[in-house]
């Protein structure tokens, strides 16, 4: 069954725009992780436009008390951070790796986005890379951390992700979403199903995300079934804004289900 991963950053985002503490980012993972959802993904950047450092402590320190865990007993909620391992220490961010290191998530997704990028808008492009990336992921490793590498599905050579001794990759998902919001999302549909197949044939587990949404998730989990989690965060928090947040996560946790 893929695992349903909700990315905090856009709580952080409102936040930010009027100051304070209001909405706060501990109490909409209560309120996602209550609705059954099986992660928490955050995305903290050097610039602290929206998930801050002392973001990270708190759901950090939430989840090792148990304050977050999943209903029913389904245990502790996977803790996702996301970023560039390059970014480095500055005032009010303590650099990517020391981040991570300090928080011990469960999976550390490596995307390289450079500080002035809106949002991840691609892979890696591994050439040159491995001597960069493989000390990074092993350090991870070695703290307890399971690694994935963001990447795009044209991506020919996930043995290479494998090489790094990663255990994942996610599939940057932009131009899929794109092309079914053009109502033309076959072919692009068929790479991200490729590229799925291409990754598990090289040891890898599967995530996917970047611009999912309740329309195009469906299809997309139909063509890679295999897929082991998405993570979704600006799309669910603008339907949310219409539905509520807790109903919002059961409807992405019924289309997993019907396809699962």
């Known amino acids: 069954m893929t695992l349903l991963s909700v990315n905090l950053n856009k709580v952080a985002v409102l936040r930010n725009a009027r100051?304070?503490?209001?909405?706060?980012?501990?109490?909409?993972?209560?309120?996602?992780?209550?609705?059954?959802?099986g992660g928490l993904t955050v995305h903290p950047r050097?610039?602290?436009?929206?998930?801050?450092?002392?973001?990270?402590?708190?759901?950090?320190?939430?989840?090792?008390?148990?304050?977050?865990?999943?209903p029913g007993g389904a245990g502790v909620p996977e803790f996702n951070i996301e970023g560039n391992?390059?970014?480095?220490?500055?005032?009010?961010?303590?650099?990517?790796?020391?981040?991570?290191?300090?928080?011990?998530?469960?999976?550390v997704t490596l995307v390289p986005d450079s500080d002035q990028q809106l949002t991840s808008d691609h892979g890696w492009d591994l050439a040159g890379q491995h001597a960069v990336?493989?000390?990074?992921?092993a350090r991870l490793r070695d703290a307890g951390c399971r690694v994935s590498l963001f990447m795009d599905s044209g991506c020919l050579d996930f043995a290479a992700?494998?090489?790094?001794?990663?255990?994942?990759?996610?599939?940057?998902?932009?131009?899929y979403a794109q092309a079914f919001a053009a109502g033309a999302?076959?072919?692009?549909?068929?790479?991200?199903?490729?590229?799925?197949?291409?990754?598990?044939?090289?040891?890898?587990?599967?995530?996917?995300?970047?611009?999912?949404?309740?329309r195009n998730l469906g299809p997309l989990l139909r063509a890679a079934?295999?897929?082991?989690?998405?993570?979704?965060?600006?799309?669910?928090?603008?339907?949310?804004?219409?539905?509520?947040?807790a109903t919002t996560v059961q409807r992405y946790l019924a289309i997993i289900d019907e396809v699962g």
């Open 185 to 214: 999302p076959q072919q692009e549909l068929a790479r991200c199903a490729r590229a799925a197949e291409r990754a598990q044939a090289a040891g890898l587990a599967v995530n996917a995300g970047h611009d999912l949404d309740q």
């Open 46 to 70: 050097p610039d602290r436009r929206h998930i801050h450092p002392e973001d990270v402590a708190s759901l950090a320190a939430a989840l090792a008390a148990g304050q977050l865990d999943r």
């Open 19 to 37: 100051g304070g503490v209001l909405p706060d980012v501990l109490d909409a993972a209560r309120v996602v992780v209550a609705s059954g959802c």
């Open 85 to 107: 391992p390059l970014a480095g220490a500055r005032s009010g961010y303590p650099g990517f790796i020391e981040l991570v290191l300090a928080a011990r998530p469960t999976q």
């Open 225 to 245: 079934p295999a897929i082991s989690e998405v993570s979704i965060g600006h799309a669910l928090f603008c339907e949310a804004l219409y539905d509520g947040l």
């Open 133 to 137: 990336l493989e000390p990074l992921v």
């Open 161 to 175: 992700v494998a090489a790094m001794g990663a255990q994942r990759v996610e599939l940057y998902t932009g131009p």
